[in-house]
C-alpha cells in the first residue's frame, strides 16, 4: 500500500504544535499530527475531572506518579514516565517533565500569558550575558497581537516599557486575600497588576465557551473556557478535514535522504510496539525543548553524523529553565473569615511584574512575583496541620476532639502565598545530550542532564527571599517557616521543575553558533523547523508560552510563503 | 494488679470477641465506648472520575489488596475516632469511612505503610507498659491518657517522640479524610465548585475587613452584563464591545 506523502509532519501537539497545526491546515497543506500521547477532550464526560467533589477520587485529589499535581489534574504526565528513563552527569539534579496526551503541557500551565518585551530579546545588549536573538520585539509583537485575539487573554493596558500591552480581555476583581497583597504593595512601593492569563472572562467567539469560575483550570475546562492547545487550536483544525491526527506515536528520528533532507518521522506505535513511518515534505518539530533535542540528535546519517540540525555542536546546549522561590505566610486579620464562594479563574488574579533595574543589583536578570491563597476547595492534604498557627495567637498547637472543627473553621483562607519566578543566564555547559547506554522501552537513546545554577540564579534568589518576606509582611502577615539561606541556595528551584525549559535549539544567523535560523528553519536542512521554546536565545522573567505560539504562527506563514515561492 | 505480658495480651486478643467490625452500613452511631464494637460507614470500591486504563487497573489493584490486620484497622478506626468524634451534628470521622480512607491512602503510598504500623505497635507497646493490654483494649480514660501524652508536638520528651509523629499523621489523615466528604464541606460551611458568576469580594466583607476596591482598577475589570457579547478592540488595543 502506497504511503500517503503529507506536506507537513508536525510532532508534538502543545503550544507550538497545534498553533502550527492550525495554521497551516487552515492555509489548506494536508498535516500530519504527531502525538506521543493518547486523544483527550475535557468536553468528554468520561476524561472530565472539572467540577468533581473531592469525595468522588479515593484518593481525595491526592498526587500519584501519573498526576504529581493532583489526582484531578488534568494532566498526564510527570516527571518520572514508566518506561521513559532520563539520566544525570555528575550530581545534575534536573527534572525533566513530559505530558504525554493530546495539547500536550498546555493541559498543565497556569494559563499566565506574558508577552517577551523590547529588551528581553536583547539582553547581551544590557548586561553582556548570553547572546541577542536575531529578532527583535517588532518582529513579534504583530504575531502577538495575533495570538491575543485568536487565543484569548485577559489583562489590563498599562504602558509598562518590557511588559507590553495586549488585545486583553478585562480582568476579574482581585479576592480578599488579593486586596491584603495590594495593600500590602503599595506599602513596599512595589508594583501589583491585574494578572494576565489566557481565559476567556468575555466571549471571543461562538465555539468556546465564556468562564463561569470555578476555579480549576488545572483540570482542564468541559466548555473550553481556558485555553489549552487541544480545545482552541487542534480541534478546530481537525474540523477542516486537512489533519490526520497520529496518538500513542511517539517519534524516534527525523529520515533525510542522500542530500540531508528530510524525507519524513519514524516513530514507534505505542498501541502495538510497532515501528512505522510517515512520509512529507516538511517536518515541524514541537515536541517540547528537550524532546525535540532529543529526536535531533537520535536522526543520524551520513550527512548528519552527530544528529540533525547539530553540525555546530548546539543541540541540546544552553538548555535553561526558569528560577522559583516560594514562600507564604499566615494573615491573622483573614482569620474567622465569612465564607462565600470566591474560586475565581484558576490561580491569581493580581500579579507583580519585575518592577526592578538590574543595573543597581547584584544579578543580572529579574523575576516576577505569582499571589496565592483564598478559600480553595478542600482536597487531599486540607487540615494537615490543621491548628499550626495557634503558635502564634497563644494557643496550644495539636490535640484532638471537636475543637479540631473549630481550628479549621477558624484558619480557613488565612493564608498569602507568593511564588517568583524568574530568568536565568543561558550556559553553553548546561544540556542535554544522548546518554550512551541507556535506552527507554523502546529501545530510543534517552537524554542525560548536565546542568549547574551559577551565582546569577542564587543571588536571585536571595533577592526573592528578602522580597517575599518584605511584601507578606507587608500585607500583614507572619512569614512560615525559615527563611532558606546559602546552605540551600536560597530556596531555589532545582533546574527543571518549573517546567520552562527552552534554549536546546536556539535561533541565531551564524550557523556555527545556533541551530535555527529566527524562523526556526535548521540551518543544516531546510525542510526541518522547530516551533517549541527549543529555538529561544533567552527565556525572560516571562512565561514562555505565548512566545511559542507567537512564534509558531510566524514560522507557519514563513513555511507556507516558502513552500509558494517553492524554496522548500 | 497483675500485668499482662505482651504474649499474653495478644492470646486474650485473640481470644475476644472483635465483633464485626469492618463492615458496617452507612449511618452507623459509632462509640468508642468500647472498642470491640466500634463500627463505621464503608467507602465505595469503584470511582469513574475521568481516569485513563492504566489508572483505572491501578485502583483496582490498590482495591483488591489488604494491608491491614484487623487488629490495626480496629486501632485506626479508635484513634480516628478520638480525633474527631461522631457525636456532632455532622458526625465525624467514623460516619466519612476513615478506617478505610486510611487503608487506601496507605495502599496507595507505599511510603505510609511503615510509620502506620509501626506507630500502632508503638501504640500498643505504650499501652502495655502504662495499663496493660494493647491501645484499644484498655479502657477508655486510659486511652485517652495515652492519647493526651501524644497529641502536642511541643511535648519534648525524647521516649514521645515516635508516638507523636504517629499520632500527627493520623490527625492529618482524619481531618483530610473527614473534610473531603460531604460532611466535611457541611462543617466547613464551604462554598463553591460550582458554576457562578464572580463580581468581587460582597460588599459587607470589603467592609468587615476595612478595604475597598479602586475605581481605576475597577476600570480594567469585567462587567459581568457585557460577558456575553463577542470581544472585539479598536487599533489601540481598546476593548470596544
Known sequence: ?568 | MKTLTRRETLKSLLLAPLAGGVIASTGCIASSNSAAEITWSSLPKSYSYGRTEAEKLRDQKLFSETYFREHELLTIAVLCDIILPSDHPNGGALDAGLPEFVEFMVKDRERYKLPIRGGIAWLDNRAIDRFGADFINVTESQRLSLCDEIAYPDVKDAELQAGISFFSFMRNLTLTGYYTTAEGFKDLGYKGNTPNIWDGVPESVLQKHNVAYEAEWLEKCVDQSRRDIIAQWDDEMNLIS
Open chain 1, 1 to 568: 500500500m502506497a504511503q500517503e506523502q503529507y506536506d507537513i509532519i508536525i510532532v508534538g501537539s502543545g503550544a507550538g504544535g497545534g498553533m502550527a497545526t492550525y495554521q497551516l491546515a487552515n492555509a489548506g497543506l494536508k498535516v500530519a499530527l504527531v502525538e506521543a500521547g493518547d486523544y483527550y477532550d475535557p468536553a468528554s464526560d468520561e476524561q472530565r475531572t472539572q467540577l468533581r467533589n473531592p469525595w468522588e477520587s479515593p484518593r481525595r485529589g491526592a498526587s500519584t506518579r501519573r498526576r504529581p499535581f493532583g489526582d484531578y489534574n488534568s494532566c498526564i504526565g510527570g516527571w518520572d514516565l514508566d518506561g521513559e528513563p532520563y539520566t544525570q552527569k555528575g550530581d545534575t539534579d534536573f527534572r525533566w517533565w513530559r505530558a504525554r496526551m493530546l495539547g500536550g503541557r498546555t493541559n498543565h500551565w497556569g494559563r499566565i500569558a506574558l508577552r517577551f518585551g523590547p529588551l528581553d530579546f536583547k539582553r547581551k545588549d544590557i548586561d553582556g550575558l548570553g547572546d541577542n536573538w536575531p529578532i527583535g520585539y517588532e518582529d513579534v509583537k504583530p504575531y502577538y497581537d495575533k495570538v491575543d485575539k485568536l487565543i484569548g487573554v485577559f489583562g489590563s493596558n498599562e504602558g509598562l516599557p518590557n511588559d507590553p500591552d495586549g488585545f486583553f480581555l478585562p480582568a476579574p476583581k482581585p479576592r480578599l486575600h488579593e486586596l491584603y497583597y495590594i495593600n500590602g504593595a503599595r506599602k513596599s512601593n512595589i508594583p501589583v497588576i491585574p494578572a494576565r492569563k489566557s481565559m476567556l472572562t468575555k466571549r471571543i467567539n461562538n465555539d468556546r465557551g465564556v468562564c463561569y469560575y470555578c476555579g480549576q483550570c488545572s483540570r482542564a475546562c468541559s466548555i473550553h473556557a481556558d485555553f489549552s492547545s487541544s480545545t482552541a487550536l487542534v480541534y478546530p483544525a481537525l474540523k477542516g478535514g486537512q489533519v490526520d491526527l497520529y496518538t500513542d506515536a511517539m517519534v524516534r528520528e527525523v529520515i533525510t535522504d542522500d542530500t540531508g533532507r528530510a524525507t519524513g518521522v519514524s516513530y514507534v506505535n505505542k498501541k502495538n510496539g510497532q515501528e512505522q513511518q510517515l512520509q512529507g515534505r516538511i517536518v515541524v518539530l514541537a515536541a517540547s525543548a528537550c524532546s525535540t533535542a532529543r529526536i535531533l540528535l537520535n536522526s543520524k546519517s551520513d550527512r548528519h553524523e552527530n544528529g540533525l540540525g547539530n553540525s555546530g555542536d548546539h543541540v541540546g546546549r544552553y538548555l535553561h529553565d526558569s528560577t522559583g522561590a516560594g514562600r507564604s505566610a499566615f494573615i491573622p486579620e483573614l482569620m474567622d473569615r465569612d465564607i462565600y464562594n470566591e474560586d475565581g479563574v484558576s490561580g491569581m488574579h493580581v500579579y507583580t511584574p519585575w518592577w526592578l533595574d538590574n543595573k543597581n543589583l547584584d544579578f543580572p536578570r529579574g523575576y516576577h512575583l505569582e499571589i496565592g491563597g483564598g478559600m480553595g476547595m478542600p482536597s487531599y492534604g486540607f487540615g494537615f496541620s490543621a491548628n499550626q498557627y495557634n503558635e502564634f495567637i497563644g494557643e496550644r498547637v495539636g490535640g484532638y476532639g471537636n475543637q479540631l472543627r473549630d481550628d479549621i473553621r477558624r484558619f480557613y483562607g488565612s493564608r498569602l502565598s507568593i511564588d517568583c519566578r524568574g530568568e536565568s543566564v543561558p550556559q553553553w555547559g548546561n544540556r542535554c545530550e544522548l546518554d550512551p547506554t541507556v535506552v527507554d522501552e523502546w529501545g530510543i537513546p534517552v537524554l542525560r542532564f548536565d546542568y549547574k545554577w551559577t551565582d546569577y540564579e542564587i543571588d536571585q534568589a536571595r533577592h526573592m527571599q528578602d522580597t517575599m518576606e518584605e511584601l507578606l509582611e507587608a500585607s500583614g502577615g507572619i512569614v512560615l517557616g525559615s527563611k532558606p539561606g546559602a546552605d540551600r541556595d536560597y530556596g531555589l528551584t532545582k533546574p527543571g521543575e518549573i517546567i520552562h525549559e527552552v534554549g536546546t535549539t536556539r535561533m541565531g544567523t551564524d550557523a556555527a553558533k545556533s541551530v535555527t535560523n529566527e524562523f526556526g528553519q535548521l540551518h543544516d536542512a531546510d525542510n526541518v523547523f522547530v516551533v517549541d521554546a527549543g529555538t529561544f536565545v533567552s527565556q525572560a522573567d516571562k512565561n514562555p508560552t505565548w512566545t511559542i505560539m507567537a512564534l509558531s504562527w510566524r514560522t507557519s506563514d514563513y513555511i507556507v510563503d516558502q513552500m509558494k515561492q517553492q524554496n522548500i
